[in-house]
């Protein structure tokens, strides 16, 4: 005697599990792809101009002036003497502040670029699409544009206004506390955005207005000193470039999570 259960209380569960599974394939896949398009013709380029100027910078720190002056030979802030890397030592001179290994201008690094852009999209449409599941209402790519609005701003806007997109040759405070800061900042951002959204009471949207305000009264953390290897000109750049193609992602990943969520579940 078989011992699963059948029937439609079991079914329909492993239905709409198998739909939010199959919507957030379709729908992160694609948004991914769009997304690895929009980088490789406003981002990237952006970012391999930085990554001159940081090598030029790294260049010239490793110049270390004749034995007589020695004793002027500066460092970066918080870095030991001859910490970074020098010619002659091999490996750990080419690792120096970038862990190692690197992926290759061109076609290694566009496919390693579309790899992490998809994975990000299916991880994110999961999330929607489970959201979208809870609520309970049904949802078009129309409404579901809304939804990739607000994960917009829960996602980049509320943590870039602390922590904006960052060039290569930027110091930065310590990952870790970063990370924190970006993980509340995200939370708080999307309760706001619920109450204001679906609570009647006066009292909530207050709250909700306060909640948004708490990460940045805190403030994000921020290095002892701030320094960059690009021109200002190009940071500025990069921001808008980095924005507008987080809006283009936000916006088709919601509209496709709710077409194929309707299709789908």
């Not at 329909?12 to 599974?21: E, K, L, S, Y």
């Not at 896949?29 to 940081?54: F, K, M, N």
């Not at 690094?109 to 209402?137: F, K, P």
Request: with cysteine; net charge neutral; proline share 7%.
């Amino acid at each position: 005697m078989s011992l699963s259960r059948t029937g439609p209380g079991a079914a329909a569960p492993a239905g709409i599990f198998n739909g939010i599974v199959r919507t957030a394939a379709a729908a992160g896949i694609i948004a991914g792809l769009l997304l690895t398009g929009v980088q490789h013709l406003q981002v990237i380029p952006i970012i391999q101009q930085a990554e001159v100027y940081e090598k030029a910078q790294d260049s010239a720190a490793v110049v270390v002036p004749a034995a007589p002056v020695a004793a002027e030979h500066a460092h970066a802030p918080g870095t030991a003497p001859h910490e970074h890397g020098h010619g002659g030592h091999g490996a750990a001179a080419e690792a120096h502040s970038h862990g190692g290994w690197e992926p290759e201008d061109g076609i290694e690094r566009t496919a390693y670029t579309a790899l992490a852009d998809v994975s990000m999209g299916v991880g994110y449409a999961l999330l929607l699409a489970a959201v979208i599941c809870l609520r309970g209402r049904p949802v078009t790519w129309r409404s579901g544009m809304l939804w990739g609005a607000a994960a917009y701003a829960v996602f980049f806007i509320a943590p870039s206004l602390g922590l904006p997109p960052e060039l290569p040759g930027t110091l930065a405070a310590p990952v870790s506390a970063r990370q924190a800061w970006w993980i509340c900042t995200a939370f708080s951002t999307a309760v706001a955005i619920g109450a204001l959204a679906w609570s009647r009471n006066v009292w909530f949207k207050v709250g909700a207005v306060a909640l948004l305000l708490v990460p940045h009264l805190v403030g994000a953390p921020q290095p002892p000193m701030h320094s960059m290897a690009a021109p200002e000109s190009l940071v500025g750049s990069f921001i808008i470039a980095t924005a507008l193609a987080n809006a283009v992602f936000w916006l088709a990943l919601g509209g496709l999570t709710g077409y194929f969520y309707k299709k789908f579940a």
